[in-house]
């Protein structure tokens, strides 16, 4: 073998050091399994340490410059990225490509916040290994190169730092306790140690031997007893661990939030409407609380999805003024917010500034200029005050908005609706052609027929909540429509699209008076507004007035929109009459054939039910693995319902839809993000799924009870939709299919 060169030839002492580079730097590297759990971090981070300290060992023996040292060791990181960090991209597996320095640059620019704001385990989603590919290499290099030229103990940092940063971009709970806090301590304390000796001589007689001995067993002594006793002394947990993740905030996206619309009864009802909800002191007579625009309707509930286009406009930041071309009166409004509604916050008109007294909420308020709708994502503090600077218009008459066309700026919309939906719009607008004059004779058709009920104990007729499709449909299809504002409103905007009209659904509160007046449950409203060229948003209210009561007397089951004729019923059968003496008779040509009857079927029955039990014994044999599978599982989903922390909880909502899809026979890569894991999931609702369990993960604010209660009920929604899509013999085998009780490889 030939003699290496010179330049590569080290000292004992820094084949030492470099030992102790290499032996701490993974150590601290591992600290990425809290993120990643599936052997990355070592895949990845074993590679880059070595590579990084081979880096080092060259800067240092060729004396390369600071300068010259950052372009070497820039361009070699990319040689060496498609091996250890992005090896799907490189060509063999080897050689970089143009794939692979894209990946490389989006992981060290985006790669960060992406890593923070993705579910763990995060595997090899995208390029999110190149962070403990530069962090590994880069800590290491460091420190063989702090080891080589200078004194001291500056040579420790790297691995430290390469700890610290796989700590702060973990999870709360640590990758490797003992690992870090003994083994690692010990390598750093050892090596320190060492490298300080060196700096003096010592003369290992008698009692330097005893004193390097009892030095040694101290440490061993101590490294054995600090789990023991460092978890039992007074204010060990008295902090929790600091993690990035906890302290992000994502962008605020309205998709990861319940519709307020479907919160309705949380205001209504004969206990809760006397509720005060605000006081609001300026507020013009008339003028409404606007609390949140709905611009889509995605079968489950209608929401703001703030996407971005002339519908429904973008949630951003904003100044001290909010830019609007809107003309009208100005007016100022004082809110005093007493039960906040989550992050949304009340407005009124069209909002020109917006100014809240709490510092942190004015940081993080979001205003969507297009709709006029506020939010405050993290929530807004009870009895947070604000003032809203606003404009008002006064809309025009219906005889004046009857025959203005639509705004041209807003497409038709292409709703896939029931035939059901679409034949009763076109019987409801009756023979009206402009767009306004349609809406409103529907609206007045379900205003004039149609009755109020909150559903509450002391209503006459039980209405359940909600405004799905499939509430919907049973709505308009019963002989009586029986609802309050959250069933109207939605049915409205959904009738308003089959007539090919865009139209959104607002919630908010229509107080009475005006001045300095107190906002209550009772108040709530929802209605719906569409646009015409030259006026706006014009609002649309479909409500019937709340003394108009349901009828019980007609029963509210479904009816068809075009019944089939159904055969008339049979004649009553009349009573049967019979003397003493035709019954006697009776008696006696019936009595002989019962009883052999009955000698029979008991003849039978003793003969059966041997055999009865025994096949009764064989199912449950067969059926008991089956049943023991469908019990573990409802027990599984019990625990991550009701057990542990909240987001754990809600990490469990969404571990149920994993499973199921994994039990219907579409397992999703564990490298999936969620809104990748909500498309192969295949089914609509995952995708606000997803967002929910997003949000209620990496929120500011943990979950609330009322947000898990919430987020299982979209968990039940998107379940029941997965397998409202297979066969009964498809729902069947999932139900007993084990794959998702075996650990996920």
């Not at 919160?263 to 605000?278: F, S, V």
């Not at 002191?281 to 002339?310: C, H, K, M, N, Q």
């Not at 807004?380 to 606003?390: F, G, L, N, Q, T």
């Amino acid at each position: 073998m030939d003699r290496l060169p010179d330049w590569l030839q080290l000292e004992r002492r820094a084949r030492i050091d470099l030992a102790f580079v290499v032996v701490a730097s993974i150590l601290a590297v591992v600290g990425f399994r809290s993120t990643f759990a599936g052997g990355e971090e070592l895949l990845v981070g074993v590679p880059a340490v070595l590579f990084g300290v081979a880096f080092g060992v060259v800067v240092v023996q060729r004396r390369i410059e600071l300068l010259p040292a950052v372009a070497i060791g820039a361009v070699l990181f990319v040689l060496a990225g498609g091996v250890i960090a992005i090896r799907s991209a490189a060509l063999f597996g080897v050689l970089p490509t143009p794939g692979v320095i894209v990946g490389l640059g989006e992981g060290l620019v985006s790669g960060w916040i992406r890593l923070l704001t993705t579910v763990p385990p995060a595997g090899e989603a995208g390029s999110l290994l190149t962070i403990p590919y530069l962090v590994g290499s880069l800590g290491a290099a460091l420190s063989t190169i702090a080891a080589l030229r200078l004194r001291g103990h500056w040579c420790a940092l790297g691995p430290v730092a390469i700890l610290l940063v796989s700590l702060l971009f973990g999870t709360e709970r640590p990758a490797a306790l003992l690992l870090h806090g003994i083994v690692l301590g010990g390598v750093l304390i050892g090596w320190v140690a060492l490298r300080h000796d060196r700096r003096r001589t010592i003369h290992l007689g008698g009692g330097a031997r005893r004193r390097v001995l009892t030095g040694g067993a101290l440490v061993f002594g101590v490294a054995l007893a600090a789990p023991i006793v460092g978890p039992n002394l007074p204010f060990a947990d008295a902090n929790p661990r600091f993690v990035l993740r906890e302290q992000v905030t994502p962008p605020f996206d309205p998709l990861t939030e319940p519709s307020p619309l479907a919160g309705y009864r949380q205001y209504t009802g004969a206990e809760r409407e006397d509720r005060r909800i605000a006081q609001v002191s300026g507020l013009p007579a008339g003028i409404p609380l606007r609390l949140a625009v709905l611009d889509e309707f995605d079968g489950l509930v209608w929401r703001a999805t703030g996407r971005g286009d002339a519908l429904a406009g973008r949630f951003s930041r904003v100044g001290e003024r909010i830019p609007t071309t809107a003309e009208g009166v100005p007016i100022q409004v004082e809110i005093e917010l007493l039960e906040p509604h989550g992050v949304w916050l009340p407005t009124v008109g069209i909002p020109t500034a917006v100014d809240l007294e709490d510092g942190r909420s004015q940081r993080a308020l979001r205003v969507n200029v297009q709709t006029g709708t506020a939010a405050v994502p993290g929530g807004i503090e009870p009895r947070s005050v604000y003032r809203v600077d606003a404009v008002i218009n006064a809309v025009p008459d219906d005889v004046e908005l009857a025959g203005l066309p639509l705004d041209p700026r807003y497409r038709e919309p292409d709703p896939d609706l029931p035939t059901e939906f679409v034949e009763l719009a076109a019987e409801l607008r009756g023979g009206a052609e402009a767009p306004y004059a349609k809406v409103a004779a529907m609206a007045e058709a379900l205003r004039t027929d149609g009755a109020f009920s909150d559903g509450g104990p002391t209503a006459t007729v039980l209405t359940p909540p909600g405004h799905s499709l499939a509430r919907l449909a049973r709505f308009l299809g019963s002989p009586q429509w029986v609802g309050n504002g959250e069933q109207y409103a939605a049915a409205l905007g959904l009738l308003a699209q089959a007539e090919g009209i865009p139209v959104r659904v607002v919630m908010g509160f229509r107080p009475e008076g005006s001045g300095r007046t107190t906002v209550t449950g009772g108040d709530v409203e929802a209605w719906v507004e569409i646009p015409l060229d030259g006026v706006g948003w014009v609002p649309v209210d479909a409500t019937p007035p709340q003394d108009n009561e349901p009828d019980p007397s007609i029963r509210p089951r479904p009816r068809e929109l075009s019944p089939e004729p159904q055969p008339p019923p049979p004649p009553p059968l009349p009573e049967a009459r019979s003397s003493a003496d035709d019954l006697e008779a009776t008696e006696t040509e019936i009595e002989d054939p019962e009883d052999s009857d009955e000698d029979e079927d008991e003849e039978a029955g003793s003969r059966s039910w041997p055999v009865a039990l025994l096949a009764l014994g064989t199912s449950g044999l067969v059926l008991s693995p089956l049943l023991a599978i469908v019990g573990v599982k409802r027990l599984r989903r019990f625990r991550r319902q009701h057990r542990g922390a909240a987001r754990a909880r809600a990490h469990g909502g969404w571990a149920e839809v994993l499973d199921l899809s994994r039990d219907l026979g579409r397992p999703v890569p564990s490298a999936a993000t969620r809104r990748e894991a909500a498309e192969l999931v295949g089914v609509p609702p995952a995708s606000g799924l997803a967002m929910t369990a997003d949000a209620a993960t990496f929120g500011a604010q943990h979950p609330s009870d009322d947000d898990l209660v919430a987020l299982w009920r979209e968990v039940d929604e998107v379940l029941a939709a997965a397998r409202g899509a297979r066969t009964p013999f498809e729902r069947l085998r999932a139900a007993v299919n084990p794959a998702s009780l075996r650990p996920r490889r």
